[in-house]
Every structure is written in C-alpha cells, then in structure tokens.
C-alpha cells in the first residue's frame, strides 16, 4: 500500500473545516479538496469509503423511492447508468448488480438468488472493504457492520422478529447474534461497546437521541482507529468518518452538527499532531 505522508493536507484539514463552518457546511467540497490532493492509491480508498453511500442509493433506487445520499460517489443519474452497466463500481458490488439483473447469467451463479438484494449488496461492500488497502478502512468496516449488526439484532429481538433475517455478513459475531438468548448476545467480553448500543436502542424512545447515542459510537472509534496515524492515509478516513457524522447532524440538527464539528476542529490541531508525531 502507498505510504505516502500527507503533512500539508493534514495540517490544512482544519482549515478547510472552519471554512465550512462559516460558509455553510459542505461535506462533498472537504471531500473533494481531499481527493484532488492525495494518490490515485488513495483516492480509490476514499472513494471505496463513500461506496456505502452508492450501496444505500442502489438499493433506493432499484426500490423505486426517491431517497439519495450526496455524499456518494455517483449522482442518481449516474447509478441509474450503473445499474445497467455496473463498470465503474467495486468488482463485488458490480457482480451483485449484474447478476440480479440477469438471474440466470454468469454472476448468478456464484450467489443465492433467493436473499434478498439488499443484503446481498451490502455483504458485497463489506467484503470489498475486507480487502482494502488501507488498514483504517479494513478495520472501520469491520465495526461498523458489527454495530449495524448489533443495532438491528437488538431492534428485532424487541420486535420478536428472527435476527438471523436482519444481520449482514457472516462470522462468529453475527453467529452469536442470531443463536444467543442472552441479554448481550454473549459478546460483552468481545464489543466493548455492546451495551452501550443495547442501551440506546432500548431505552431511548426518542429516535434522534438514540442515533446521536450510536454516532458518538462510531466517532469515538473513527478516533481510536487512527491513534497512531498522524499525516496518512489512514488519518484522513478518520477525518472523514467523522466529517460525514458532522454532515448527517448538521441536517437533522444543526446544533449538534456544529457541535460535533467544534469537537472535529478541537482535535485537527496541525502543531499537535506534529508534537504527537
């Protein structure tokens, strides 16, 4: 994997941050300025990082709603384009695409036709993302497919629905998930965050805070995830994790997207890390 070091577009992380946060908050803008300074290696994991967005916005769109992500790499037109030719999509989401739009073709063979199509896509994404490059992203989509995991398992446990139906991917997490009776599905000792999910699924009826309960999560591992990286590769899919936790507040409430971004510009302090370093 390219080693490269990216000292001045770290340092400039936060500028481009505070920009936004006084033009108005723009996600796609910070991206972009990322993706023009880094290596065409690097560009393909960032791209692959925001290939969940794609996922979410197929599956939209193959369902016939109207629902987009911007923070995907593709517009609504270009996915519609995609999902006849599927060409410029990772290989194993390319090869879900192909084959439940032709179930009796090639591609079809190699999977089960009768999961439905957006589970199929995902497990896809989260396979290509077990070969990545980076070590960031190989280890962030690992968690993050386990809390979505956990998330939904506790969800329809509550609902007396079958977890084995909601879980995605395959393991000795997801195993425990679907088979355990358990209050913490037997993985206390192995998700230290466990049951701070159960918690907020649980007890929270009030939908925003449980989503701010389960973001303040992933933000916390994002951070975790790059403690020992300072100017790589590795350091800015962190940073955009948690850009992308900033961009979803900021639409769904202002005040705490501002909030996570003051904590986002708290921590992008360009002579600390050099120190750190």
Same mark, same amino acid.
């Given at each position: 994997?390219?080693?490269?070091?990216?000292?001045?577009?770290?340092?400039? *992380?936060? /500028?481009?941050?505070? @920009?936004? #946060?006084?033009?108005?908050?723009?996600?796609?803008?910070?991206?972009?300025?990322?993706?023009?300074?880094?290596?065409?290696?690097?560009?393909?994991?960032?791209?692959? *990082?925001?290939?969940?967005?794609?996922?979410?916005? *197929?599956?939209?769109?193959?369902?016939?709603?109207?629902?987009?992500?911007?923070?995907?790499?593709?517009?609504?037109?270009?996915?519609?384009?995609?999902?006849?030719? =599927?060409?410029?999509?990772?290989?194993?989401?390319?090869? +879900?695409?192909?084959? !439940?739009? #032709?179930?009796?073709?090639?591609?079809?063979?190699?999977?089960?036709?009768?999961? =439905?199509?957006?589970?199929?896509?995902?497990?896809?994404?989260?396979?290509?993302?077990?070969?990545?490059?980076?070590?960031?992203?190989? /280890?962030?989509?690992?968690? #993050?497919?386990?809390?979505?995991?956990?998330?939904?398992? +506790?969800?329809?446990?509550?609902?007396?629905? =079958?977890? /084995?139906?909601?879980?995605?991917? @395959?393991?000795?997490?997801?195993?425990?998930?679907?088979?355990?009776?358990?209050? @913490? $599905?037997? *993985?206390?000792? /192995?998700? =230290?965050?466990?049951?701070?999910?159960?918690?907020?699924?649980?007890?929270?009826?009030?939908?925003?805070?449980?989503?701010?309960?389960? @973001?303040?999560?992933?933000?916390?591992?994002?951070?975790?995830?790059?403690? $020992? #990286? !300072?100017?790589?590769?590795?350091?800015?899919?962190? !940073?955009?994790?948690?850009?992308?936790?900033?961009?979803?507040?900021?639409?769904?409430?202002?005040?705490?997207?501002?909030?996570?971004?003051?904590?986002?510009?708290?921590?992008?302090?360009?002579?600390?890390?050099?120190?750190?370093?």
């Amino acid at each position: 994997m390219s080693r490269t070091e990216y000292y001045s577009l770290v340092a400039g *992380l936060r /500028e481009y941050a505070l @920009d936004a #946060d006084t033009k108005g908050f723009d996600a796609r803008a910070i991206i972009a300025e990322i993706l023009e300074n880094v290596s065409r290696a690097d560009a393909r994991q960032v791209r692959l *990082l925001y290939g969940y967005y794609d996922c979410e916005n *197929l599956i939209s769109l193959r369902n016939g709603r109207t629902a987009h992500n911007s923070l995907g790499n593709f517009t609504r037109e270009e996915l519609e384009q995609q999902l006849r030719d =599927p060409r410029r999509l990772p290989p194993l989401v390319a090869r +879900v695409i192909r084959a !439940y739009a #032709d179930p009796e073709g090639e591609d079809a063979e190699e999977l089960d036709m009768n999961r =439905p199509f957006e589970k199929t896509l995902m497990e896809a994404y989260y396979r290509q993302c077990d070969g990545a490059e980076s070590r960031f992203l190989r /280890e962030w989509s690992l968690f #993050d497919r386990t809390l979505r995991n956990v998330a939904a398992a +506790v969800t329809a446990r509550a609902a007396g629905r =079958p977890v /084995e139906e909601t879980v995605v991917g @395959d393991g000795d997490v997801v195993e425990q998930l679907s088979r355990s009776s358990a209050a @913490d $599905f037997g *993985l206390r000792g /192995e998700l =230290p965050y466990i049951d701070a999910v159960i918690a907020a699924v649980n007890d929270e009826a009030n939908l925003l805070e449980k989503e701010h309960k389960i @973001d303040l999560i992933r933000w916390n591992e994002a951070e975790e995830l790059a403690t $020992f #990286d !300072y100017f790589n590769i590795n350091t800015i899919l962190s !940073y955009l994790v948690r850009i992308n936790i900033v961009a979803r507040w900021t639409r769904l409430d202002e005040k705490r997207g501002r909030e996570m971004l003051g904590r986002l510009l708290a921590q992008l302090d360009g002579k600390e890390l050099i120190n750190k370093q």
